[in-house]
């Protein structure tokens, strides 16, 4: 089972590329929805 | 966001099955041996990119014809999410070739294609991120996506006939190595779950897009007060 | 048949503008020179070697120079609104890109002509015994070239960065005429000459593709 190493290191790196690509697109979609909280919030105390 | 958390974990299942198959389900391949298995995870990969731009160029075809926002989200959002697993292929290609040939690139057929695949959509994402009007952009961008994508089979198919000219070590063992049924059983479960993993990515991006239109409108509408 | 008039006569205008001053056409040459030269510091440009990477530098050469001169096409559309004067003068918008990549190929065609004698001598590569060949493969070349190039360059003209954005959206669309022409290129220039007729059938369906796409879509990329 030699090159076992390569198998998982190649694993490693696909599913390490896929999640924190995941990841980021979920961060930036809160810190969105945050802001959108935000604006929302100081409309309503403009109004 | 129950559903959205079922849905990852179907995909996360998926996934972890899609490897088990791999590792230790399919059989042992003759020549190149255990390296080989990485196999399963590199065409997969390299299937469902070509299935993300594809979604990407037809919902090119939609906005042009169309010009309804909601378009432009699927399509940079495909377009991303197929950089993704064309990054994915790129990165498991040299793995592979590593250990067998003792390079890291061989400038194989396909991918050299893969390669330039990659560069024609990076293109397509830097062009939208220098045109400004959103309407211009979604427009631009919509027709540069049409003319990258129907490239992409000339693209494949001249590096392939000049490849043939001057032989050079072919990442994982070329179309003429068999494969046995139970390999091929394997390849395609994992295909299978890159796609859900694929619908699962351009969903979350497609979101992002659209909670990005909303901001953009509140935004506005704050100023305005 | 309106169509092959508007055409003709818009071609008209662009080969007159062009052949009042001759800037595009002098510039480009002079820049092609400079690379060629600039390409030969980089190998041992007066042994056997050189005759295999005469067909790639003239194809990278030719590809860069047409990067740049494809710019003013429709960026001197611009000062002066001179789009919309066109737009208002022709019934079918296609006609504005049939002419201004009818002009492109021409001018690439010319630069290139002038260019095979130099070449030929620099690199010590026999020209003329396939002269007619040769030709043929750098029309359909730069007629590729100049299908995409049309086509992106009425793009870039509108987005930052315009520069950069044109070769970087057109070169790697024009991989594959970049593979094939070399390919054909290589083969006419070689000790026994031959005529790679694949690569041949690969720009032609590459031109066709590409002009029938600008056919379909051209209307588009014009919008106000």
Known sequence: MKNLNSVFAAYLAGWGIFFLYYISIARRTAALREEIERLKNSLKRAK | MKKHALASAVVFLLLGAAAYGALFVAPTEKTMGTIQRIFYLHVSSAWTGLTAFF???????VYVWRREPRWDWLAVSAAEVG???TTV???????WAHP??????????RLTSTFVLWLLYISYLLLRTLVEEPD??????????????????LVFGSIRWWRTQHPQPVVMGGSGSGLEPTMWYVLLFSWGAMLSLMALLVRARFEFEAVRGETDLVRREAEGV | MSLFSNTAVLLGKELRTEFRSRELLTTTVVFILVVVVLFSFTFDASSAESRRFAASLLWLAFLFAASLMLQPCFLREQSNDTLSALRL????PFAIFAAKLSANTLFLLLTELL???????????????????????????SLGVSIAGTALSAISAQARMREL???????????????ASTRVTLALLDTEPYMEWKGIGFLVVFDVVFLTALWLFGEYLLEE
């Open chain 2, 89 to 95: 292929v790129l990165v498991t290609g040299p793995i």
């Open chain 2, 100 to 109: 067998v040939w003792g390079i890291w690139w061989t400038w194989d057929a």
């Open chain 2, 83 to 85: 950089l993704v697993f």
């Open chain 2, 136 to 153: 211009r952009r979604a427009l631009f961008s919509a027709l540069f996506g049409i003319f990258a994508f129907i490239d992409v089979p």
């Open chain 2, 55 to 61: 979604i990407c160029f037809l919902a090119n075809l």
């Open chain 3, 115 to 141: 260019m095979l004698p130099v070449f030929s001598v620099l690199f010590n590569v026999p020209v003329f015994p396939v002269f007619g060949e040769l030709v043929v493969v750098l029309f359909l070349g």
């Open chain 3, 89 to 92: 003068s022709v019934t079918d």
């Open chain 3, 165 to 179: 954005l044109l070769p970087l959206l057109l070169l790697p669309l024009l991989t594959p005429v970049l593979v």
